[in-house]
């Protein structure tokens, strides 16, 4: 993966589906343009290992924002996020 390219855990694809299917946001995921976009992305798969890096964070969220958070802790990215709950975190390095 390049150092400039970015990258999504695959439960944040689940919450998008989510969401659309919720009616929270207006968003085609079958589009050929949203399937182009997520196909510049690389996708982080959930292992044991993002699991077990769960317990070693320092806040309490929902279980996606957790394995979010994880994911960016196993593989040393930073983080994107609006969630000031995350944001406070010591452990997970952010843009």
């Not at 050929?32 to 982080?44: A, D």
């Not at 993002?50 to 994911?71: G, H, K, M, V, Y």
């Amino acid at each position: 993966m390049s150092r400039d390219q970015w990258s999504i855990s695959a439960i944040v694809l689940w919450e998008i589906a989510r969401l659309v299917q919720l009616n929270r946001i207006d968003l085609d995921i079958d589009s050929p343009e949203f399937t182009r976009f997520v196909s510049r992305l690389h996708v982080w798969p959930l292992t044991l290992e993002i699991c077990n890096a769960i317990q070693r964070l320092d806040f309490r969220s929902d279980p996606a924002d957790e394995i979010i958070a994880a994911t960016s802790l196993v593989h040393r990215i930073p983080l994107v996020t609006r969630d000031r709950r995350v944001r406070q975190s010591k452990v997970i390095r952010f843009v």
